[in-house]
T-cell receptor, first 116, second 112 residues
């Protein structure tokens, strides 16, 4: 399977704990995105990377969230001191940068986080 | 707030009927994309229309874009039960680099 893969699929954690999610993009894609989605809502942009550089970060992203893409391949998203409001589906997507007006995103199946 | 807003929020039709979903947005865009999401899964890209295009077709999908009204529509013809999913429009603003901003989505149910 050469699609975007995310691990784990589900994570249940207690409030105050730290969690880390991993995303493996499509291998030739240089852009990687993280989104958060709550039930009944559209995906909300968190951050994106071009290669290993984090080029944009949402103002909604608190300092408890950090994302890395150390070698320009896989990425991790860490949430420190989790809160119940962090419960959501965390989606990763990748794409190829393209000249002109953009290229589509390829999404993984997400990591569903439940904070108890 | 989200850039795109879909209308209706929910749509229920019979198999074989056509389904039309609308999307409105607020600022100038480079392109507008439609995605589909089955329950508990990631989103799947359906079609991309650039700001200088007015209409695009892909199989049973037809997308229109009216930049003067800042709106788009997605038409699914001859719907099937397997089309049941949430559909989202997403826009890439002229000034936002690579960020893709999604609307709230339309939940489509196609009854067999």
């Amino acid at each position: 399977d050469t699609g975007v893969s995310q691990d784990p699929r589900h994570k249940i954690t207690k409030r105050g704990q730290n969690v880390t999610f991993r995303c493996d993009p499509i291998s030739e894609h240089n852009r990687l995105y993280w989104y958060r989605q709550t039930l009944g809502q559209g995906p909300e942009f968190l951050t994106y990377f071009q290669n290993e550089a984090q080029l944009e970060k949402s103002r909604l992203l608190s300092d408890r969230f950090s994302a890395e893409r150390p070698k320009g391949s896989f990425s991790t998203l860490e949430i420190q001191r989790t809160e119940q409001g962090d419960s959501a589906m965390y989606l990763c997507a990748s794409s190829l940068s393209a000249r002109g007006s953009g290229s589509p995103l390829h999404f993984g199946n997400g990591t569903r986080l439940t904070v108890t | 707030s989200q850039q795109g807003e879909e209308d209706p929020q929910a749509l229920s039709i019979q198999e074989g009927e056509n389904a039309t979903m609308n999307c409105s947005y607020k600022t100038s865009i480079n392109n507008l994309q439609w995605y589909r999401q089955n329950s508990g899964r990631g989103l799947v890209h359906l079609i991309l229309i650039r700001s200088n295009e007015r209409e695009k077709h892909s199989g049973r999908l037809r997308v229109t874009l009216d930049t003067s009204k800042k709106s788009s529509s997605l038409l699914i013809t001859a719907s099937r039960a397997a089309d049941t999913a949430s559909y989202f429009c997403a826009t890439r603003k002229e000034t936002s680099g690579s960020r893709l901003t999604f609307g709230e989505g339309t939940q489509l149910t196609v009854n067999p």
